[in-house]
Nanobody, 125 residues
Framework: QVTLVESGGGHVQPGGSLRLSCVASGDTISRYCMGWFRQKPGSARERVVVLDIGGAPDYSDSVRARFTGSRDNTQNTLYLQMDGLRPEDSAMYYC???????????????????WGPGIQVTVSS
């Protein structure tokens, strides 16, 4: 089982940037699909980006060209660079591990086994 902890969230003005990190412990992430998800009040948790063990990303349409997901398997860390932030990006952001997949990562959050506690991102002026 992988223990995940996110950091780097906070408040930023529209158009600004934030970089989230997710440090894993207890197991190596190098064998697993990893993902960033987010949840807004009153809404279901949704995929932001999922990355296979090679780091190939699959983005949701709402963040493509603004967000960049990456992973450093040697550091057991997942990253999310968020640029051009909008108020609608405000949410709790979670990192997650799918222990059942290394390639062909799934977008459905129900497929993910391990979750961080989440971190708040707020975009407002």
């Amino acid at each position: 089982q992988v223990t995940l902890v996110e950091s780097g969230g906070g408040h930023v003005q529209p158009g600004g940037s934030l970089r989230l990190s997710c440090v894993a412990s207890g197991d190596t992430i190098s064998r697993y699909c990893m993902g960033w998800f987010r949840q807004k009040p009153g809404s279901a948790r949704e995929r932001v980006v999922v990355l296979d063990i090679g780091g190939a990303p699959d983005y949701s349409d709402s963040v493509r060209a603004r967000f960049t997901g990456s992973r450093d398997n040697t550091q057991n860390t997942l990253y999310l660079q968020m640029d051009g932030l909008r108020p609608e990006d405000s949410a709790m952001y979670y990192c997650a591990a799918d222990e059942g997949r290394a390639w062909g990562c799934r977008s459905d959050q129900r497929a993910y086994d391990d979750w961080g506690p989440g971190i708040q991102v707020t975009v407002s002026s």
